[in-house]
């Protein structure tokens, strides 16, 4: 198939430069990550935008506000052909026992807010984009980041109170 050079789908994950030159339309970020990246830390719960097991930060370049602007998506629901010029950061960017635990990621265990440790990345993926807009978040920030992410184990009362602890006063009153 003849291909121009402009054609190659080219983006970045953790830091490394991907270059895709044969990006199939119908692959999702997930697939891609999962299967030909073999980044397995990001899940497929439900696949279709619900339950948020399958979060990752996407940062770009914003034109109009002329700055570079961090959001959480569904990698179930992105289209792969959607991320050029794009960086992707996976629960692998942030941090890892092998090197060392990002504090979204050392908080939450610590704070017993992983049972089954499914949805863990996930979660940790929203606190971490709340966290890169917003250093200082209040609990109702915190709780509003976590609308599209679903737990069935913990209750979530031990995954907010360990993300307490990143609010200017603690949470307390
Ligand atoms: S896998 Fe459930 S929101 Fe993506
Ligand atoms: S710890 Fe099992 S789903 Fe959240």
């Given at each position: 198939k003849l291909q121009s050079p402009g054609d190659d789908l080219v983006f970045f994950v953790n830091g490394k430069k991907i270059t895709e030159?044969?990006?199939?339309?119908?692959?999702?970020l997930l697939t891609y990550l999962r299967r030909?990246?073999?980044?397995?830390?990001t899940k497929l719960g439900?696949?279709?935008?619900?339950?948020?097991?399958?979060t990752v930060m996407v940062s770009k370049y914003h034109p109009y506000q002329n700055r570079i602007i961090h959001y959480a998506v569904n990698a179930c629901l992105a289209p792969l052909c959607s991320l050029h010029h794009c960086a992707v950061t996976t629960v692998e960017g942030i941090g890892s026992v092998a090197s060392k635990l990002h504090p979204v990621q050392e908080r939450i265990a610590k704070a017993h807010?992983?049972?089954?440790?499914?949805?863990t990345p996930g979660i940790v993926m929203s606190m971490y984009a709340l966290l890169r807009n917003n250093p200082q978040p209040s609990m109702h920030d915190i709780q509003e980041a976590f609308q599209g992410n679903l737990c069935r184990c913990t209750g979530y009362r031990p995954i907010l109170e360990g993300y307490r602890t990143f609010t200017k006063d603690g949470g307390c009153c």
């Open positions: 030159k044969n990006a199939e339309p119908e692959k999702t030909n990246l073999g980044l397995t830390g439900c696949a279709e935008g619900g339950c948020g097991a399958c807010g992983s049972q089954c440790g499914f949805c």
